[in-house]
């Protein structure tokens, strides 16, 4: 089984960045991608970035040039640079893993981390 684990997040002012870290401990070869997703309480679940297994990004519209999804094979962790933040990018930052390309759909990952908060203010 593997285990997720952000960290990374916290309180930034517009315009400001932060770098988001995924690792992932156990077996992960079975991964064929890994992503990025947030969330705002009462909303659904969206997807923010994706890279494959060959290091090819996705992203979402929304973050398309703001943010950078990387990732470190011999370290086993994701990464998600985010600058020129703005105050709807507040939201609780989720990495997941799975047998997924290219899609930002939830249900197409299988594991998930609890999350790291980002909150973006004026």
């Known amino acids: 089984q593997v285990h997720l684990v952000e960290s990374g997040g916290g309180s930034v002012q517009v315009g400001g960045s932060l770098r988001l870290s995924c690792t992932a401990s156990?077996?992960?070869?079975?991964?064929?991608?890994m992503a990025w997703f947030r969330q705002v309480p009462g909303n659904e679940r969206e997807g923010v970035a994706t890279?494959?297994?060959?290091?090819?990004?996705t992203y979402a519209a929304f973050v398309k040039g703001r943010f950078t999804i990387s990732k470190d094979n011999a370290k086993n962790t994701l990464y998600l640079q985010m600058n020129s933040l703005k105050a709807e990018d507040t939201a609780m930052y989720y990495c997941a893993g799975g047998d997924a390309i290219a899609t930002l759909t939830p249900s197409r990952y299988s594991d998930w981390g609890r999350g790291t908060q980002v909150t973006v203010s004026s």
């Open positions: 156990g077996y992960t070869a079975n991964y064929y991608g």
């Open positions: 890279i494959s297994k060959r290091g090819i990004p």
